[in-house]
């Protein structure tokens, strides 16, 4: 059976057809609402990750969280994203430790990574540089910006050379 690998947990190509049936059913509406249908829903006897039973999405969910490596997935994301790109395993070992132990409690994380003297060593400031895009959206967050005409935005962009939705293409050119 082949083995296929998902962020840092090994699933069977059974484990994963078995979870597409417990998420049958599930869909959104004409408003992009989600919405659970029960006469879709595959109610067979389904076998996940060692686990059996009446799954619902719900259910794979959870089976899933129980996992270990999966606070090591989500730490390793948040630690290469916000901190450096270059893993410290050793951090992340421990940081995903707590947020597994903490039931995942993201606040809880960002508030650990953020901070501790660490996430302030040379190696790792400067170390993230954000897109045009980002530091758009971060200064909307951040400062008192009241944009009277939202077409302003796009001007915006434009000065920093990549609006949202039209990244650059690959010779680097808007």
Same mark, same amino acid.
């Given at each position: 059976?082949?083995?296929?690998?998902?962020?840092?947990?090994?699933?069977?190509?059974?484990?994963?057809?078995?979870?597409?049936?417990?998420?049958?059913?599930?869909?959104?509406?004409?408003?992009?609402?989600?919405?659970?249908?029960?006469?879709?829903?595959?109610?067979?006897? @389904?076998?996940?990750?060692?686990?059996?039973?009446?799954?619902?999405?719900? %259910?794979?969910? !959870? /089976?899933?969280?129980?996992? #270990? &490596?999966?606070?090591?997935?989500?730490?390793?994301?948040?630690?290469?994203?916000?901190?450096?790109?270059?893993?410290?395993?050793?951090?992340?070992?421990?940081?995903?430790?707590?947020?597994?132990?903490?039931?995942?409690?993201?606040k @809880?994380?960002?508030?650990?990574?953020?901070?501790?003297?660490?996430?302030? %060593?040379?190696? !790792? /400031?400067?170390?993230?540089? #954000? &897109?045009?895009?980002?530091?758009?959206?971060?200064?909307?967050?951040?400062?008192?910006?009241?944009?009277?005409?939202?077409e302003?935005?796009?001007?915006?962009?434009?000065?920093?050379?990549?609006?949202?939705?039209?990244?650059?293409?690959?010779a680097?050119?808007?």
């Amino acid at each position: 059976m082949e083995l296929f690998t998902m962020g840092r947990g090994n699933y069977t190509e059974k484990d994963i057809r078995e979870a597409a049936r417990a998420f049958t059913g599930w869909g959104y509406n004409k408003e992009g609402n989600f919405t659970e249908r029960p006469k879709q829903h595959d109610s067979g006897t @389904k076998t996940f990750l060692g686990k059996t039973g009446n799954f619902t999405g719900d %259910d794979i969910l !959870n /089976i899933i969280l129980e996992q #270990k &490596s999966t606070a090591e997935f989500i730490t390793t994301k948040v630690y290469t994203f916000f901190v450096n790109e270059k893993p410290d395993s050793g951090r992340i070992k421990n940081l995903s430790e707590d947020f597994y132990q903490s039931g995942y409690d993201i606040k @809880k994380l960002m508030h650990e990574i953020f901070s501790s003297s660490w996430f302030y %060593d040379n190696k !790792n /400031i400067g170390n993230r540089i #954000k &897109s045009p895009t980002e530091l758009f959206a971060g200064m909307m967050r951040i400062l008192p910006m009241d944009i009277q005409n939202p077409e302003n935005i796009t001007v915006y962009q434009k000065l920093l050379g990549q609006m949202l939705l039209y990244p650059p293409n690959v010779a680097g050119c808007a």
